[in-house]
């Protein structure tokens, strides 16, 4: 979540953006790039959901090195619209909601320190690029993420962007599509962590519920570790549909009335994919 009282960097532009200054990474900066990719690419294909794949051949991005966000920008632009464009890290949640609204993804230009592979808190370029880029080249989740960014500013009016950032955390960060018989990655955060691309999926700890716009709405979620539950959807097409198509005034005053629903809690209206046992979340907690 951006920290609303951040200054905006002298380097940066009015919207927060700067230059990407490509030809200043070091040879370093691009070997913890490739280490990063080899290490996903190594484990997701069967794991992630296959436009995720499509999206990484179709935008090139198994290319050695940090993208260049101009030549992203360019395919982008041609299969969906969506340019890549540079800021320095974490902006205010107005600026990045008109990004968004006018097909514009904020990315991150640094990439994380060596001693950092597995975790860091600002999202960086390899959080930003490789997990959130794919999917932009898939039509209707080119939608969706622009739909966000318009419901971004009318629920900064309505004062409920807290609960609007829930349905962004538990589905383009931390989402999972059902895929047959099973479930298969598409979040973000998980897409773009070795850890939880294996937690999410196989672990016996975590819930996973179908997903429920005003469920969504109303569950708290960790930022500092492993998620506890992971809401499912249906396909990408479902989710633009059951978001696009309501109208979240009413939602949000229902919202209001509600209590929040804590991360570990399952409802008897919940359609539940998996009861999971909290083991690892509890397990931390008693060590
Ligand atoms: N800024 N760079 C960046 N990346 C984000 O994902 C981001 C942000 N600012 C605000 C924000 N996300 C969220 O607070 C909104 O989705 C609510
Ligand atoms: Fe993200």
Redesign the pocket.
């Known amino acids: 979540?951006?920290d609303a009282t951040r200054s905006r960097p002298p380097e940066a532009a009015e919207d927060w953006t700067v230059p990407q200054c490509w030809h200043e990474y070091s040879a370093q900066d691009h070997a913890t790039w490739d280490k990063l990719f080899a290490r996903q690419l190594g484990m997701l294909p069967h794991r992630v959901t296959p436009e995720f794949m499509a999206g990484l051949d179709v935008l090139r991005m198994s290319k050695p090195g940090i993208p260049d966000f101009a030549e992203l920008s360019d395919r982008l632009m041609t299969l969906t619209g969506w340019q890549v464009v540079a800021?320095p890290?974490?902006?205010?949640?107005d600026?990045?909601?008109d990004h968004l609204a006018n097909r514009r993804f904020?990315?991150?230009n640094f990439i994380r320190r060596p001693d950092q592979l597995d975790y860091l808190q600002e999202?960086d370029v390899f959080h930003?690029v490789f997990g959130h880029v794919p999917l932009l080249a898939h039509p209707v989740f080119a939608d969706y993420m622009q739909a966000?960014g318009k419901g971004?500013q009318r629920a900064t009016a309505l004062g409920m962007?807290d609960r609007?950032?829930r349905l962004?955390?538990y589905t383009v960060e931390f989402g999972l599509i059902r895929s047959g018989d099973g479930l298969k990655l598409y979040g973000a955060g998980i897409v773009s962590s070795y850890g939880e691309s294996v937690f999410a999926l196989d672990d016996p700890s975590p819930h996973r519920i179908g997903f429920d716009l005003e469920r969504v709405m109303r569950t708290k979620y960790r930022i500092d570790d492993f998620q506890q539950n992971y809401f499912v959807i249906e396909s990408f097409e479902d989710l633009l549909e059951r978001t696009l198509n309501t109208d979240f005034g009413p939602l949000y005053d229902r919202v209001a009335q509600l209590p929040d629903i804590e991360i570990d809690t399952i409802l008897s209206e919940d359609g539940v994919y998996t009861r999971g046992t909290q083991a690892y979340a509890h397990g931390k907690v008693a060590a």
């Open positions: 979540m951006a800021v890290g974490l902006v205010p949640d600026v990045f909601f904020v990315a991150g999202p930003d966000y971004g962007i609007l950032a962004y955390w």
